[in-house]
Every structure is written in C-alpha cells, then in structure tokens.
C-alpha cells in the first residue's frame, strides 16, 4: 500500500454535522461543567478536608462599617440597609479601642476601608478619619485610607473633598444612580435555600476575604464585613470583641454565616434570581417584628 501524506486526509470533503457557532457553544457548555464539577468537589466537605479552605482571611486589610444609614434603597444591598434599617454607628471611642489594640498586637494595616451604609452619614467621620490618620503617620505611612461613598448628596461630596484634602483620604465614589441599583450581585439568595450546596463546606470563604479584608463593625469583627452585616439580621452576636489574632481563622463565622450570603453563590455557581430567598424573606419578618440586640465592640 502506498504511503500517504497527511494532503490525502485535508483533501477529503467531510462536512461538519453541526455549525461552527454551535460546536463552539457546546464546547464551552462542556467545559463549564468540568469546572463546576471541579468547583463542586473543592468546595464539599471531602474536597476541604483533603485540599484545605480556598480562601483565607487577610491579615492586613480592613473594611469598617461606620454606619447602616443609607439615602439609598439599593436593591439587594449586602449589609441589608433598605431591608433592615438601623441608625448604629460606630463610635470615636470604638475606633481608638481598635487602633490601640492593633498596635498592641504589632499588626500593621495596609488598607482601610471606610465604607456602610452611606459613610458620611455617620456624625463621628471627621473625628474618625483624623484618629485613623495618626496612626497611619505614626504606625503605617503606606496605609491607604478609603472612604467609599455613593457622592449622590451634596454633603457627602463636600465632607468627602474635605477629608481629602486634610487627611489624604482616597475616595471612592460609587456615583450611583437609581438605574444602577439593580445590577448588585443577588445577596439575598442564601445557598441554604439550595440544594445544591447542601454538602458544602462554608469554611472556604470567598474571595471577599482576601480582597476586602477583616470587617470591623459596632458590634466587633468579623471575617469580612458582609459577615458582620449578616449577624446583624440573625441576631448570633459571635463577633470577636477584640482584634482577632492572626492565627484566628474565624471558620466558626464561616460556617454560619456564608451560608447566608450570595456572594458565595457567585463565587461557586451563581446567584441569578433577584428576588429574595425563603430564609432571607423569613428573617426580614422576624427583624421587623423583634430588631434583634447585638452586644457592641
């Protein structure tokens, strides 16, 4: 038999069963379930134990939630501020109490992020801000403080400005607009409304933990603030009541309270509905009837 160049093979005309858009379609619908299955074991309980949590908590950023008053109605807001309201703020006194400890601790912030609710709602900013600057000037010079406002009110833009120029505050302006509220990510949708993620092990965090860091609010910390936010509706009251030391892993708030979250939906699979969960509408009930107290820091 005569040897055959690989021409032979390129001259035969086969034509496709399927179109090159669809082959390309299923393609990527294939791969996407390999690498959710791949996610799917990560994430259980098997995965964790042999592979250890995906994310782990930062040791040197900070996200405090100076307030839960808002002069927006985000839908799905993730500290639940439209769904939940309350006028607790954190206080002057609460922010020197951590300073001081951190430096008790020798831990050293790279980042500070202050954020709510809407930030320069809360009365105490100016005094806040000026706290955190010295101990940036004395303990961190490279610290950057960030204050993330939604810049709609006139005052917010001004105090924000102010704080700028006096104490190298970076803003982040959200600029957001009543159009834009409904693009948030679906926090109400609780993975333990779904099946899916009934063998997941919680401990593996998101990458919220190491990209915004341990979350400081008035009732203590938490692994991130959206956990803080979280605690707040259900009423646990498991925040530490003193800067966590850094071999604190804070799985027992993992456990509890991403169970709760869409952002862990999103980070896993996803989050799509933009209605609330059974066990978010449930517990928005509850809150409304019996606000729930929560020790403070």
């Not at 933990?209 to 646990?236: S, V």
């Not at 009541?241 to 509890?256: A, I």
């Amino acid at each position: 038999m005569p040897n055959r160049t690989p021409d032979s093979f390129y001259k035969r005309k086969i034509k496709p069963l399927l179109p090159a858009g669809l082959r390309n379609r299923l393609a990527d619908l294939k791969k996407s379930i390999r690498l959710q299955k791949r996610t799917d074991y990560r994430i259980s309980h098997e995965g964790t134990k042999k592979l250890g949590p995906e994310y782990s908590r930062s040791r040197d950023l900070m996200e405090i939630d100076l307030t839960y008053l808002c002069n927006l109605s985000c839908h799905h807001c993730n500290r639940s501020c439209p769904q939940a309201p309350s006028d607790d703020q954190i206080s002057v006194e609460q922010i020197k109490k951590m300073l001081a400890e951190s430096v008790a601790k020798k831990i050293t912030w790279k980042r500070m992020r202050l954020l709510g609710g809407e930030p320069t709602l809360n009365t105490d900013l100016v005094a806040i801000v000026k706290e955190i600057f010295n101990y940036k000037k004395e303990y961190s010079p490279d610290m950057q403080i960030i204050l993330v406002t939604n810049g709609v009110l006139d005052k917010s833009r001004e105090l924000a400005q102010e704080l700028n120029r006096d104490y190298e505050v970076i803003i982040e302006d959200s600029s957001k607009q009543p159009f834009r509220q409904l693009e948030f990510i679906a926090f109400n949708q609780a993975p333990l409304d779904d099946p899916k993620y009934k063998d997941v092990d919680y401990t593996n965090g998101c990458h919220i933990l190491k990209d915004c860091g341990l979350g400081f609010t008035p009732y203590g910390f938490y692994p991130c603030a959206i956990a803080g936010g979280i605690d707040r509706i259900l009423g646990k009251d498991i925040a530490r009541k003193s800067v966590p030391e850094t071999d604190d892993e804070m799985f027992d708030h993992l456990e509890t309270l991403c169970a709760w979250c869409g952002h862990f939906r999103m980070n896993y699979g996803s989050a799509k509905d933009q209605g609330a969960s059974p066990s978010w509408i449930s517990i928005y009930e509850e809150y409304r009837k019996n606000k729930p107290e929560l020790s403070k820091y």
